[in-house]
């Protein structure tokens, strides 16, 4: 490294422009190479010029950053590329030291439109889906003590989310942790979010709610580390990102799938109504088993008495026939008696007395 | 004597009548004890069902309303 000379004028020290750029410039060198994406803007391509210039704008907020390329290394790439393509630059930043320019010093260029992210996605689901992270399909809870939710500070989705769930179940206990949820930040923060949240020993149940965007603005939503920390959490989690036709890898790895924050709610806690009205229908039936047990037993027991009855020997002695005793004893032959003996007769209404005259065979 | 024995009693009575082996004194002893027992399970059962049916009253009694 060079090194950078000022002049000293008295006890100032003054550095000449060209010193100045070199020592900035050398400083930048250091720096290392990155991929840097944006929209490609005022692209200026000239033969007699050495170099290739353009502007790469960041769609989010319009930030620029100047890029240049040696003429002949871009015409080898052969990209034809227009205003307004997105592109993956891969360089370094220098300065322009003759005149003070910053500018980003591209070595290569690849185009990336919606296709290229696409197929990157694509590769980045089956790495995962290869490591076994889409499998888990936890049951969730079906009381649980907390609901964490994971959501935008003031988005629509946590708004609906905890209408949903308070009105399902009025004594749901929820924690919101909100965080960024589209932007280069979201990924970190709302993995930190959803480490907080488990922390937190008596959450049981995660949800992730954010309402629908551009396929951009659900990029976070496949980040591989927020992929990684949601197959990895400690309690269930629930997706609930955007519309049913996307499908964020978050999704993948969630437990359970919902396709709005309001469907989330209503998996996650148990239907308040539904409830006390099984618990009245079964408080009803606690107070019919008893008598319905003292009416299976009444109806065993006029049966057993029905056929007691028709036993009776009453009923026989209705239909003509006497029972004869004597001395309390039931005669049963003509031998037991002689003539002149007391016998007792009993016949179906009342008795008599009588004396026996004569007895035959 | 609680209502199963006496039922399970009633219930041998009857089969031992039903199968006429039972000589007439016999007879006639076993119907009165069946009588007898068939009035003890009878009066358990009355009883019962007052005792059920009071509870269900004093429960119904106390039950709250319905959040309007």
Redesign the interface.
Known sequence: MAKVEAAQYGDRKVYSVSAFNRGVADWLSRLPTVWVEGEITELRRQERWASVFFTLKDPGDGACLSVSMPRSQFDALRLDLADGERAHVYGRPELFEARGDFRFRALSIERFGLGDHLAALERLKRKLAAEGLFERRRPLPRFPRRVGLVTGNDAAAKRDFLTAITTRFPPARVVVAETYVQGPRAAPAIVEALGSLCEIQDVDVIVLARGGGSFEDLLPFSDERLVRAVAGCRVPVVSAVGHEQDTPLTDLAADVRASTPSLAARLVVPDAGELRERLEQTRDRLHRAPLLTVERKRARLEGAHGRLRALSPSATLERGYAIVRREGRIVRASAEVQGGARVDVELGQGGFGATVEETRE | MT?EEA?KE??R??QQ??TGQAD??D??KL?ER??EL?RL??DK?DS??GK??EL?RR?EAVKPSEPA
Request: hydrophobic share 60%; charged share 20%.
């Open positions: 209502f039922q009633l219930e009575i009857v009548l039903e007439l004194d007879a006639i119907w069946g009588e068939y399970c009878a059962l019962a069902q059920i049916e269900a429960v």
